[in-house]
Structure formats: structure tokens, C-alpha cells
């Protein structure tokens, strides 16, 4: 699978952006990542490679905010909680 954002999703992104002081594209993280799971239903690594690059941050710094969140999943959830 190739995980990528539609022209919209990028529009949405960059709306996001520029929300925040210039030059902070990582404080954007956090809602990037909701954007990503809502369309890609989890958080996998290739998708956490797509916002780290999609916001020119690190990697790790995406992967350190997906693990350290409950509220984003690396991986399917089940159909039951």
C-alpha cells in the first residue's frame, strides 16, 4: 500500500499550517495526524512516514507523538472495545 493525500487533503493540510507562527510546521502535528488516521483508519509506518514528510519534520518525532497518544493506533482496532 501506498500511503498518499489526495490534492484536497493537501489543501487541508496546508490550512492547517498556516495556523501556526511561520517556521512551525511541526506544531501542526497533532491535527495532521487525525487527518491521517481518519482516512487511512490507522497509523501505520509508511504512514507516519508520509506526514514526516508531508510537515518536514523527523520521523521519530511522529512516531514518538503516535506512541506516546492513545488516541492514535498503529494499528487496526478491532471491531469491539
Not at 517556521?23 to 504512514?47: I, M, S, T, W, Y
Given at each position: 500500500?501506498?500511503?498518499?493525500?489526495?490534492?484536497?487533503?493537501?489543501?487541508?493540510?496546508?490550512?492547517?499550517?498556516?495556523?501556526?507562527?511561520e517556521?512551525?510546521?511541526?506544531?501542526?502535528?497533532?491535527?495532521?495526524?487525525?487527518?491521517?488516521?481518519?482516512?487511512?483508519?490507522?497509523?501505520?509506518?509508511?504512514?507516519q512516514?508520509?506526514?514526516?514528510?508531508?510537515?518536514?519534520?523527523?520521523p521519530?518525532?511522529?512516531?514518538?507523538?503516535?506512541?506516546?497518544?492513545?488516541?492514535?493506533?498503529?494499528?487496526?482496532?478491532?471491531?469491539?472495545?
Open positions: 500500500m501506498t500511503a498518499e493525500f489526495s490534492s484536497e487533503e493537501r489543501a487541508r493540510i496546508d490550512a492547517l499550517v498556516q495556523r501556526y507562527p517556521g512551525r510546521k511541526g506544531a501542526a502535528l497533532l491535527p495532521v495526524l487525525h487527518l491521517a488516521q481518519e482516512k487511512f483508519g490507522h497509523l501505520a509506518p509508511e504512514v512516514l508520509l506526514v514526516a514528510e508531508t510537515l518536514g519534520v523527523p521519530t518525532q511522529v512516531h514518538e507523538v503516535v506512541t506516546f497518544y492513545e488516541m492514535y493506533h498503529e494499528h487496526p482496532e478491532g471491531q469491539f472495545h
